[in-house]
């Protein structure tokens, strides 16, 4: 999915060069904004302190919304104009791992890990869009 963000991006950069670097922020940040708040919103089952257990189709529509992150970040890697190969690689093998992980820890550090992970991940999705900003006002890159 980040490679064809990368793909579609490059149909339309041209279009926003002069922007790019609020796209990139608007992006990142629209995606960690959202794993903040459902970082916070998360819902719990009733007098347990788990996590409600996902179904099918819970599963089904969190992997659209991951994909579709993953396509997201794919165009701010195009707008920017950072090659594409490294974060693909680097984003598969990550996801790859951190999957078999979770797998395999998920039941124990589930229940304590996974509101702040997700509230990790996303301030530092923020935090870099806010960087891209910083230079490109800065620095003019």
Same mark, same amino acid.
């Given at each position: 999915m ?43 089952m009733? *007098?347990?302190? $788990?996590? +409600?257990? !996902?179904?099918? &189709?819970?599963?089904l @529509? ?5 994909? =579709?992150?993953?396509l ?10 950072m ?22 820890? *998920?039941?124990? $550090?589930? +229940?304590? !890990?996974?509101r &702040?992970?997700?509230? @990790? ?5 923020? =935090?870099?869009?806010a ?11």
């Amino acid at each position: 999915m980040p490679l064809l963000g990368w793909l579609a991006g490059l149909t339309f950069r041209s279009a926003i060069e002069s922007y790019d670097h609020w796209v990139a922020f608007s992006i990142l940040f629209f995606i960690g904004a959202h794993m903040i708040w459902e970082a916070i919103r998360g819902e719990q089952m009733e *007098g347990e302190g $788990l996590p +409600y257990a !996902l179904g099918l &189709r819970q599963l089904l @529509l969190l992997s659209i919304a991951t994909s =579709v992150d993953a396509l997201a970040a794919g165009v701010g890697f195009s707008v920017i104009q950072m090659d594409f190969i490294y974060p693909v690689v680097v984003i598969g093998f990550v996801t790859f791992v951190l999957s078999m992980a979770g797998l395999r820890f *998920g039941k124990t $550090l589930g +229940y304590l !890990l996974a509101r &702040r992970a997700e509230l @990790l991940g996303g301030v530092i999705l923020i =935090v870099i869009g806010a960087h891209i900003c910083y230079q490109h006002i800065r620095f003019g890159i």
